[in-house]
């Protein structure tokens, strides 16, 4: 059973950059699909990206599309998520999550079982 761990959150101005990471262990990485959700105060969790096992396919919310990016280095056991052009809305926990259950990418949350703890994402206006 995988373990996920997220880093890289914190304060950012509008129109900033950060780069979140997430950490596996305990599991075989590169067979898992991986997927990126946040939730907001009074919101429910909602899908940022997901990329497939190998890394060569990947899904965007319309929200990010073009100004996120995720990526994984499997040598690693890690998937990262570059977040760009950040927005006052963007304010989340941003959570981690992974799945053997497909190979590709899904934005469906009850795909994954295997979450992280989460980390805090703050972008001000």
């Known amino acids: 059973q995988v373990q996920l761990v997220e880093s890289g959150g914190g304060l950012v101005q509008a129109g900033g950059s950060l780069r979140l990471s997430c950490a596996a262990s305990?599991?075989?990485?590169?067979?898992?699909?991986m997927g990126w959700f946040r939730q907001a105060p009074g919101k429910e969790r909602e899908f940022v990206a997901s990329?497939?096992?190998?890394?060569?396919?990947?899904y965007y919310a319309v929200s990010v599309k073009g100004r996120f990016t995720t990526s994984r280095d499997n040598a690693k056991n890690s998937v990262y998520l570059q977040m760009n052009s950040l927005k006052p809305e963007d304010t989340a926990v941003y959570y981690c999550?992974?799945?053997?259950?497909?190979?590709?990418?899904?934005?469906?949350?009850?795909?994954?079982?295997?979450w992280g703890q989460g980390t805090q994402v703050t972008v001000s206006s």
């Open positions: 990329i497939s096992w190998s890394g060569g396919a990947t």
């Open positions: 305990g599991g075989t990485f590169s067979t898992y699909a």
């Open positions: 999550a992974a799945s053997r259950r497909f190979g590709g990418t899904s934005p469906s949350d009850a795909d994954y079982p295997y």
